[in-house]
């Protein structure tokens, strides 16, 4: 059975940092693609950022400079680093990964609550 295990959200206020983690579990994803996504209350889940399997990035323009997206194939996980947090990327974050190398994602983790005060 196939688990993604967000960890490390939380409160911070804004100009702050954290950093997500995202484990996975139940079969590698070493040659997946990664990402992760973000749903805010009363809006859609929207993209945030993705990794290939090759190293190639993606940001969503909202988070390009701030947001760092990384992975460790070897601890089959992948990271979101933060910076410079603003309220509005107040949201859920959820890691996903595809069974793939292509950006349709299969997986899916239960989501991290990120909360930016002002």
């Known amino acids: 059975q196939v688990q993604l295990v967000e960890s490390g959200g939380g409160l911070v206020q804004a100009g702050g940092s954290l950093r997500l983690s995202c484990a996975a579990s139940?079969?590698?994803?070493?040659?997946?693609?990664m990402g992760w996504f973000r749903q805010a209350p009363g809006k859609e889940r929207e993209f945030v950022a993705t990794?290939?399997?090759?190293?190639?990035?993606a940001y969503t323009t909202s988070v390009k400079g701030r947001f760092r997206i990384s992975r460790d194939n070897a601890k089959n996980s992948v990271y979101l680093q933060m910076n410079s947090l603003k309220p509005e990327d107040t949201a859920i974050y959820y890691c996903?990964?595809?069974?793939?190398?292509?950006?349709?994602?299969?997986?899916w983790g239960q989501g991290t609550q990120v909360t930016v005060s002002s």
């Open positions: 990794m290939t399997w090759t190293g190639s990035t």
């Open positions: 139940g079969r590698t994803f070493s040659r997946s693609t």
């Open positions: 996903a990964a595809a069974k793939g190398s292509s950006r349709e994602y299969d997986y």
